[in-house]
């Protein structure tokens, strides 16, 4: 029997940018599914968990409270906290760790500078969803942290921006004792933020995109040897004619973007778009490491204006991929118009489509936001659809098989 578990309705919003606040003692535990009656929403990461659930950071107004969701393998609610002071609170990123718990990051002002900025903020998180501890990070103005890994040897990374817009990223321990100084630049004229941090488990190096100036992307890999934060830096971006790498050039107006290690090199998954008026997404797999070489690469424009969400190796080898997509003219790459469809879509090991499947109603706009793998029984998605005249959002999760049937 075909299941669409809808998870909340809320009315329509606008997603601000990066928020702050600080955390409690313990996370505020809620027996409503996803958000309270007048609450607004949105998931900003979704992860696997060794339970074969799933782990969830939502943006959740007028509360302005970071909220973490933890699922069973079917969606449903095993616990929900909210995480926050009196001020604005973001949680961008949520991940499960070698002892049960969960690391979070995101930015808060609920504490850390007096003068109300935003810091960059790291919560550590037992296995209940409790907050063991949190730790703000930053200078006097806005900082934020959009991603943070785990290392084999129980250190994190985190990765964001500093004062407003300057690439900000730090080695912490267990305890979030900041390991070292602090790594800061900025490759352009304007602003540069990291929005992704990766680290390989096959060689524990640690990699970083970066957009720069709002409209094109960079690259930063670097060593972690010993106890020391980075030793050697390698910088490389994409030019926007050439699917080569370049020094000193970027990628071109990279919206979004996902990373997934491979043993001889990565595999970058993005969404290009050309003017605002068209958007793809692009697949890149390198052949090494600290090289300027690209394996092969593949477009995709399914629909029409295509963007990408969540990316996620599979077990034969490939790849699956969520997202939104339409055949209407963008005015923006992540705009709420009406036939945009959620998709989940799946490739083989050099990104040849085997197929694709589209989600929604016809007049509203969908869009999947995160995917994770079920093992050997298929997949479970995210994503939200803005229903346009009754001004609302609502919240879904889809079970699917590994041919793309919702189950």
Known sequence: MKQLLLIFSLPLFLLASCAKKQGVDKGKTESNILFAANGNGIIHSMDATPDGGCILAIEETPNLDGVILKTDINGNQIWKKRYGGTGYNNIYSVHPTADGGYIACGSTNSKGNANKFADAWILKLNEKGEVEWDTTYGNIADD???????????????????????FFALKIDAKGKQIGPSMNGNLGSVCDIANSVTINPFNGNVFFTREVDDRIMAITERKATGGNLFVGQYDYAIDSGSPHFHSNHYFQNLSTVRVIAKPDGYLIGRTL?????SAKIVLMQTDGFFTAKIKWTKSYYLLGNTCLNDMRDDEDGGYIITGGSTNQEA????????GKNAFVMKTDNIGKMLWVKYFGSAGNASNGLGIIKRGSQGYLVAGNTVYHEADEIKTFFLKINKKGEVE
Not at 153 to 159: E, G, I, K, S, V
């Open 273 to 277: 778009t050309y003017s605002g008026k």
């Open 331 to 338: 005015t923006g790459v992540y705009g709420n118009f009406k």
């Open 144 to 166: 934020c942290f959009y991603e943070v890994c785990q290392t084999k040897d129980n250190y994190f990374y985190a990765a964001g921006y500093s004062s407003g817009c300057t």
